[in-house]
C-alpha cells in the first residue's frame, strides 16, 4: 500500500513537472508571429539536388541546404523556378528576379 501511494506522488510530480516547464512557445507556437526576413532563391529544377512536391514545397540538396542555412540566419527562402543556370544568371544580371516579385 505505501509503494502505491509513492508510485502515484511520483506519477503527479513529473506530471506537473511536464505542464509547469513545458514552454510557452510550444504551447502557443500558432499565435507567435512569423518575424523572419524574407530572402529570394533562384533554383534550377534537377532530379536528387532540387524538386518540388505538388504542394509547392521544395526538396533535395539545394533546397535542404538552404533550409538549413536560413534556419541559423532566421530567414525565410523563397525560391524561383529557373529551367537552367544560364536562365537564373540572366535573371540575375538582369535583375529580374526581384523586379517581377515588386
Same mark, same amino acid.
Not at 34 to 45: A, F, Q, S
Given at each position: ?9 511520483? #506519477? ?5 513537472? /511536464?505542464? *509547469?516547464?513545458?514552454?510557452? !512557445?510550444?504551447?502557443? &507556437?500558432?499565435? #507567435? ?5 524574407? /530572402?529570394? *532563391?533562384?533554383?534550377?529544377? !534537377?532530379?536528387?539536388? &532540387? ?52
Amino acid at each position: 500500500m505505501r509503494n502505491n501511494k509513492f508510485f502515484i506522488m511520483r #506519477i503527479l510530480i513529473a506530471a506537473l513537472m /511536464v505542464f *509547469v516547464l513545458l514552454p510557452y !512557445q510550444v504551447l502557443y &507556437a500558432d499565435e #507567435i508571429p512569423d518575424t523572419r526576413e524574407p /530572402v529570394h *532563391v533562384g533554383v534550377v529544377l !534537377q532530379s536528387g539536388v &532540387a524538386m518540388t512536391t505538388d504542394s509547392g514545397v521544395y526538396y533535395g540538396f539545394d533546397a535542404e541546404f538552404m533550409y538549413k542555412i536560413a534556419q541559423y540566419a532566421n530567414l525565410k527562402p523563397i525560391f524561383h523556378p529557373y529551367k537552367d543556370n544560364v536562365e537564373m544568371f540572366k535573371g540575375l544580371i538582369c535583375n529580374d528576379l526581384l523586379s517581377s516579385i515588386k
